[in-house]
């Protein structure tokens, strides 16, 4: 069985500058390539899950997604962390794209991200755990069986190593 770190990504990997999904808006996290590469060269297998309601609020396409989470995963790969997956949930209840506008299984807090993650790759959730920047991140982790870790700081690296040690 896989050990995984798995990730938010809007405010751990890169900073939240809301709505994200051009690449030329990408700011990395202080510490976020050096901190995923130190979790990689551990042992755990580095996943993404991620809310985008921008889909579902009509703001971009999961096409413009698909590119931004290419090029970041290129990026990671030539940093020496590469990414096993990006999964993203594009879904909100609230949305005004009518076939994203549902309340899924999928948008934390709830845990189909992370459920479907360790089913596909044979997960074992008791040697994983997730880092997000938010109280839904460390819910959906805690729902799936990892444990989850809040992240609040400015640089990951740092709090990579207080996790890891």
Known sequence: MRKVLFLDRD??????????YKI????WVDGAKEALKLAYDAGYDLIVVT????VARGYYKESDVQ????????ELDKAGAP??????CPHHKDGTVERYA???DCRKPKP????????EYNVDPSESFLIGD???????????????????GTDLLSFMKIILN
């Open 134 to 152: 938010n109280v839904r991140d460390v819910e959906s982790a805690e729902a799936a069986g990892v444990k989850g870790y809040l992240f609040t």
């Open 102 to 104: 549902v309340d899924c």
């Open 51 to 54: 809310n985008q309601s921008g």
């Open 83 to 88: 990414i096993l997956r990006f999964y993203y």
């Open 11 to 20: 405010g751990v990997i890169n900073k939240d500058v809301s709505y994200l």
């Open 112 to 119: 189909g991200m992370l459920l479907q993650a360790i089913k």
């Open 67 to 74: 590119i931004l989470h290419d090029y970041m995963g290129n």
């Open 24 to 27: 030329e808006d990408l700011q």
